[in-house]
């Protein structure tokens, strides 16, 4: 039977990014996968990370960069990033911000994050 998902989980962090959480760990107990809508302001950004999980990034409004052992990709509204699991990255917003669902396979958890000090 399907499951209805009435509302998110506001998920606070620092920064002035908005996470809510649709599917995930925290708002449906789901460890599969989690599905986000964020809202980060212009200049944001988060600590690099070298996740266990695969991460989609499909950006709504807004740019952006994220960065790799390799250089930067710059991602704008309309399109997406896929980032695979063991891959170095960090995310940040560029002058006018981001809105973006992000999709992590299995779901986000902060220790599966492994974020660099």
């Not at 998110?8 to 908005?18: F, L, M, Q, S, T």
């Not at 809202?39 to 990034?57: H, K, R, S």
């Not at 981001?98 to 992590?104: D, G, M, R, S, T």
Request: include cysteine; proline fraction near 8%.
């Amino acid at each position: 039977m399907p499951e209805l998902i009435e509302k998110p989980a506001r998920i606070p962090v620092p920064g002035g990014k908005v996470i809510d959480e649709y599917v995930g760990r925290v708002n449906s107990g789901t460890e599969a996968v989690s599905i986000a809508h964020m809202v980060a302001p212009a200049g944001w950004q988060e600590p690099a990370q070298t996740p266990d999980f695969d991460e989609y990034t499909l950006v709504l409004r807004g740019a952006l960069r994220v960065e790799h052992a390799g250089g930067a990709i710059d991602v704008s509204a309309g399109q997406a990033v896929v980032s695979r699991a063991g891959e170095w990255i960090r995310y940040q917003t560029l002058s006018e911000g981001a809105e973006y669902v992000a999709i992590c396979l299995p779901a986000f958890a902060p220790d599966l994050a492994h974020r660099d000090e």
